[in-house]
């Protein structure tokens, strides 16, 4: 069992910026990647980056590509998200997840994610 657990949401301006922080705990924070996600009010849950055990493969959406980027410290069993140049659009709450069986591939469905965390609120005004 691998627990989550999501820092670092608040309030902010639009164009300012933001650093999530997800902490594991469990099992080996190596063995997996990461992805980050995020909720909207109304909305689907929808994927915003992902990186892979070793860190060196990432992947964006679209809408986040150039202003987030996600990192990962394996010695602090650590993932983060550092957001620049936040819109409103970038409003809800952000949730971190890990997966085992494809910790090498950049990309998959958020089915194929093993745990989840609790999520963090942001909100960007206008």
């Known amino acids: 069992q691998v627990q989550l657990v999501e820092s670092g949401g608040g309030l902010v301006q639009a164009g300012g910026s933001l650093r999530l922080s997800c902490t594991a705990s469990?099992?080996?924070?190596?063995?997996?990647?990461m992805g980050w996600y995020r909720q909207a009010p109304g909305k689907e849950r929808e994927f915003v980056a992902r990186i892979t055990w070793s860190g060196s493969n990432t992947g964006y959406a679209d809408s986040v590509k150039g202003r987030f980027t996600i990192s990962r410290d394996n010695a602090k069993n650590t993932v983060y998200l550092q957001m620049n140049s936040l819109k409103p659009e970038d409003t809800g709450v952000y949730y971190c997840a890990a997966d085992v069986r494809y910790s090498n591939i950049r990309y998959i469905s958020e089915a194929q994610y093993d745990y989840w965390g609790q999520g963090t609120q942001v909100t960007v005004s206008s």
């Open positions: 469990g099992r080996t924070f190596s063995n997996y990647a």
